[in-house]
């Protein structure tokens, strides 16, 4: 993603959620907003109440996520709180990324303890994401506002202001109605880049970059895996469906162990524990680091972090986590295809353009025939027929799809899971292509015997 174009974290709300404080006793503040170069977070795409922690990836839409997944209470000011404790020298904060419930718990332990380092699994900027282990600075911010800020990222200069704005407090800075005005309409993450900039903590870039992650997704699986992978997510989005508690809906939460999970937590939990451990031994004269990353990282970072005797071994697979694989040349068409439609099962649409953009090169160069295979891949798996011939447990099919006769399973279903790789098809056939466009045209029974179109 070019710097010049926002994160959608960063997205202008509506004149009158600016706090006051931000429009109209800052005249700096005022002068910018008046030029259109502070622009408060938003929420970058629409929001979707769902019941249970769904977290995955940067950018998921949820409401209802906890911030946190373990609790200490020691006297010790930098051991209490509510968190996951690594060691001695290291704390790691769980947070919805999108969610402000508990967001502002990682900022302001942050505030108050003022550690050396902070790890972040969500880079600031689209140039702090590039390399696992990038950093910036409050004084980076400075630098490039006093520069050119015109030019400068956005996202930077954006939390290089907010961080001046807290120090300008004369007093405790969790403690200042500036602060409490943040937090009232800052993301989590925001509000974390922001304090670690005012207590002058470098924010280190934990994870691999976004690109590497989408194309490992595209070629490590087999066409197979990525299939199953798909309609293990699909299952379990019809899940998510059902009230809290029925006795169906229990298994959204649980781990599917299939290749999505694979490549988007697991591999990076092991790159986020490695930099974590990094930054711990790179520490000078004892200071403290504090980890912030998805609720859904935290379980496994924990418990590679924790492993000692593990820990090369986790090391020496980093060069491999972070590159990508040359992709299989067969059925290429169909893994990108089908990668696509894998990612927007559990992305917002922020991250699936992303997606697209990562991928945009690599659609291009297709051969003509790998290109109509894309196409006819990702209109199959975009289909609700292909969505719903995904689910094996047919009593979550039952229970989701109502209404008069409505069990068409066998005459409906079966030629389109027919398709699947899974089953030996290539993912598409004429026979469901021509039935997935002609769909929705319906021939009812008419007075007489006669059908009426």
Known sequence: RHSS????MFAAPHASSIPRTYAGNNSLARAERARGVIRAPGGGG?????????AFFEDQD?????PTTSVTATPDAWTAGTFTKLDDSCVMFGVSHLSKEGAHDAAEFILKTKPSLVVVETAVTSEHGDATGNVLQYEQGVSAMMMDAAAADEALIFVTRLAGMLLGELGPIEESPQWENMKAQLPPEVLVYAAAFAVRATIVYGDRPKAVTIKRLVSTPTLGELDGAFATQSERNYRLLLPDDHPLAAAASERTNDYFEKVIIDERDCVLASTIRECVNKAENGGKVVAVMG????????RIYGDTFGAAENDAKIDELTSVPKASSESLGARLAMAQRLMGLRCPPALLNDVERTLEEDVANLTDEEKANFELVSEVYGSTRMLMACVEDKAVLDTVIGGYKCDYSKDVLEPVRAVRPVNGGKGWSDEIINALRTNSVANFPAKGGASAA
């Open 46 to 54: 629409r929001r979707v109440n769902r019941a249970r922690p769904r």
């Open 62 to 66: 949820v409401e209802d996520l906890s």
């Open 5 to 8: 174009t926002p994160n959608a």
């Open 295 to 302: 609720v859904d990282h935290v379980a496994g970072v924990a």
